[in-house]
């Protein structure tokens, strides 16, 4: 059993990506919400329908049905409500990968208020920013000291929050405890009428961006939003009925709605969450093997550790599909895991402020490695120049999504509390997703850079992530960035910040250096090559993982390329 289907207009199989782009809608109901519509609606008709599996570095593993999970939201939801909160306050989850995240995230959407999960990565300054941006009534946390620590030295300046609520087996002076106090209440909670009841278009969840530049935007979404996620999980996760899912995401990311809760419920799989402490490539790839995931996803990033393990000690049989996203895909990693496990990985983009806007859904097109595949039926996507006026195949523009005729399922209400950023992210009838793609004549999306990324040299215009793609090849390379230096001579050279694999990093950076400038040179046009190298231990990234390459622009601002050399 499973829901997609009930809201799918045309739900068949398709012939084709045409067939499936012109056929595929998705439809609501009256007030839907996630909580009632389909977590009951399981509990319901397939009560014990796994819902979730979840493990942790300790051992420790629960299951969960829908009728648990229906049941104890519940009960967290009538908890809430003894606290004081009600539809429209704002509550903000820092529970990282623990189960009680898939309590409290329906809880809060059967009462109506916004949520705002949150990574455990905050400090003092990030959490009175967003505490006050988004006036935070109560804070929930695991029991983790470092996190905990932080929140209450935001408190002083946090007038909004009521209640800190620690979740987990250690108490902590000053904080409600969840489980104490939630524990012994009744498992009631009647869905709202009147003036409390939920609407499709009220505001359900808030997610801060993870600030590239400047201070994180508050993108808001609605309670449609899950209904967008049927798209990304059912055709690019390719799920299966009564199958089990894993993205790899903290529940702090917009990555862990995309992946680990609405479209793959709705879709009928169940999630498994593997809290681990820290990342390891092969107990990662002995959880797929042990539990028989049949999806997965994952960021590059680990599919590039993953690549690098003997693949052959581990069964990946039941996966039927693997899939990325969270930045592009280079094509060396995706034939390399081809290559090992006879397994494809499908390619998906989007934001913190949408579904999946651009992928490689099921079997309708073939991949094009390196390409974000084709876009999502649900929005109305173009790639236009300045002007809003659209650009030939095969030439850079901005990615756009059409909202003239109303705004699609998934794509944010607007930044919340900012009139003048949400009206210049819709400007001219479009949404503006700040990043440049190129279409080709088969209707592929390949993605260049953000806009602020992209490097005019010589007269050229370079995008990073190409010339990144070509470095990440060479076997010394575990990380780069790629950024542009002003250059008296070309208006701006290209420089690329390298972290390099274990094994090289001891060797004379001048050698390595004149290797890699090599290789790039053997392996791309003259004007993308690097003309400066820089070798670092880490890159400067945002707490969501994303590389900052604003950051090594600020750091090289006011240099010139023709004596950069020597400060190296």
């Known amino acids: 059993m499973e829901l997609a289907h009930e809201f799918l207009v045309n739900d068949r199989e398709y012939s084709s990506y045409d067939d499936f782009n012109k056929n595929c809608k998705i439809r609501t109901i009256p007030d839907f919400n996630f909580a009632y519509d389909i977590i009951d609606r399981y509990a319901k008709d397939a009560p014990e ?21 229906s049941l104890e939201s519940k009960k967290a939801a ?11 306050d704002t509550v903000m989850l820092v529970l990282r990968r623990r189960w009680e995240w898939w309590i409290l995230m329906p809880a809060l959407h059967r009462i109506g208020a ?56 250690e108490k902590r002076e000053g904080w409600i405890s969840f489980h104490e106090e939630c524990e012994v209440l009744p498992a009631e909670f009647p869905r709202p009428t009147g003036d409390a009841a939920t609407h499709n278009t009220d505001p359900m969840l808030l997610y801060f961006t993870s600030g590239t530049s400047g201070y994180p935007k508050m993108v808001l ?29 903290e529940t702090g990311w917009a990555k862990s709605t995309w992946g680990k809760l609405y479209g793959q419920w709705i879709a009928g799989t169940a999630l498994f969450v593997y809290d681990m402490n820290s990342f390891k490539p092969t107990k990662m790839l002995e959880m797929i093997s042990h539990y028989g995931l049949t999806t997965f996803c994952a960021p590059p990033t680990v599919y590039r550790f993953l690549v690098r393990q003997d693949l052959s ?28 496990t006879g397994k494809k990985i499908y390619e998906g983009y989007g934001q913190t402020e949408s579904t999946i806007i651009c992928g490689n859904f099921l079997e309708y097109s073939e991949i094009k490695p390196g390409s974000m595949g084709k876009p999502n039926p649900l929005y109305d996507v173009e790639v236009l120049n300045p002007n809003n006026k659209p650009v030939p195949a095969g030439e ?61 040299t010589a ?69 993308k090559c690097p003309r400066i190298f820089e ?16 950051e090594i622009r600020e750091k090289d601002k006011g240099k010139d390329a023709q004596n950069i050399k020597q400060d190296f």
């Open 313 to 340: 000690k581990y069964d990946l049989s039941k996966c039927v599909r693997f899939s990325t996203a969270g930045e592009a895909l280079n094509s060396e990693v995706y034939n390399k895991w081809l290559e090992y």
């Open 396 to 456: 850079v523009g901005e990615l756009c999504i059409h909202v003239e005729n109303g705004r699609p399922f998934g794509l944010l209400m607007g930044y919340h509390k900012d009139v003048v950023l949400t009206a210049d992210a819709f400007d001219g009838g479009v949404y503006h997703t700040g990043d440049n793609v190129y279409m080709d004549e088969d209707g592929y999306v390949w993605f260049v850079g953000r806009k602020d990324d992209i490097i005019k």
């Open 221 to 249: 979404q609605d309670f449609d939003y899950p209904l967008g996620h049927i798209m990304t999980a059912k055709y690019w996760h390719g799920v299966i009925d009564d199958g089990l899912h894993l993205s790899i995401a």
């Open 78 to 88: 009538y908890w809430l409500t003894t606290k004081g909160i009600k539809k429209g």
């Open 49 to 69: 329908k796994r819902a979730l599996v979840w493990i942790d570095d300790n051992d420790e593993e629960r299951t969960f049905s829908f009728k648990d999970i």
């Open 459 to 527: 007269g050229y215009r370079v995008s990073p992530f190409e010339v990144e793609s070509i470095l990440q090849q060479h076997p010394s390379v575990m990380e780069c960035a790629v950024t542009g230096v002003e250059d008296s001579k070309r208006g701006m050279s290209v420089k690329a910040t390298i972290v390099l694999s274990p094994g090289y990093d001891t060797k004379d950076p001048k050698e390595m250096e004149i290797e890699l400038s090599t290789f790039a040179k053997e392996n791309t046009a003259m004007y």
């Open 535 to 550: 070798f670092v231990k880490e890159l400067p990234k945002t707490i969501s993982g994303k590389i900052r390459r604003v």
């Open 114 to 169: 916004i949520v705002i999960p949150a990574t455990d990565q905050l400090l003092q300054s990030d959490i009175e920013y967003r505490t006050n941006a988004a006036e935070v009534k109560m804070i929930i946390s695991y029991d983790n000291p470092h996190i905990q620590g932080e929140i209450e030295k935001a408190m002083p300046k946090s007038p909004s929050v009521k209640n800190l609520v620690t979740v987990g087996k």
